[in-house]
């Protein structure tokens, strides 16, 4: 089992940044993917943001050049840093874990509670 939790959501202005972290415990060695989701208001939960063990890195059209997705070097923890943050951002952003390679929601193996990020225009 896999347990996350994720931190750092806030209620930020237009324009500003924020950090969101997700800490994994559990039996993460052989995790392949972890990655950022989000349900924003009227929406199903999409992909933000993905990182594989290797490093590689996938993004939503949406966020690329705005978020940037990073795990530290222990892999236990990771962070989604969220720039030039606009209105349409706003949701609950889940840290989703996955042993196989694919990264649509449905097939994460876990999940935590996700953190509500609230973007004000």
């Known amino acids: 089992q896999v347990q996350l939790v994720e931190s750092g959501g806030a209620v930020v202005q237009a324009g500003g940044s924020l950090r969101l972290s997700c800490a994994a415990s559990?039996?993460?060695?052989?995790?392949?993917?972890m990655g950022w989701y989000r349900r924003s208001p009227g929406k199903q939960r999409e992909l933000v943001a993905v990182?594989?063990?290797?490093?590689?890195?996938d993004y939503s059209d949406s966020v690329k050049g705005r978020f940037t997705i990073s795990r530290d070097n222990t892999g236990n923890t990771m962070y989604l840093q969220m720039n030039n943050l606009k209105p349409e951002d706003t949701g609950r952003y889940f840290c989703?874990?996955?042993?196989?390679?694919?990264?649509?929601?449905?097939?994460?193996?876990?999940w935590g509670k996700g953190t509500l990020v609230t973007v004000s225009s």
């Open positions: 990182i594989r063990s290797g490093r590689s890195t």
């Open positions: 559990g039996s993460i060695f052989d995790i392949n993917i």
């Open positions: 989703a874990a996955n042993r196989g390679p694919q990264t649509r929601p449905s097939t994460m193996d876990y």
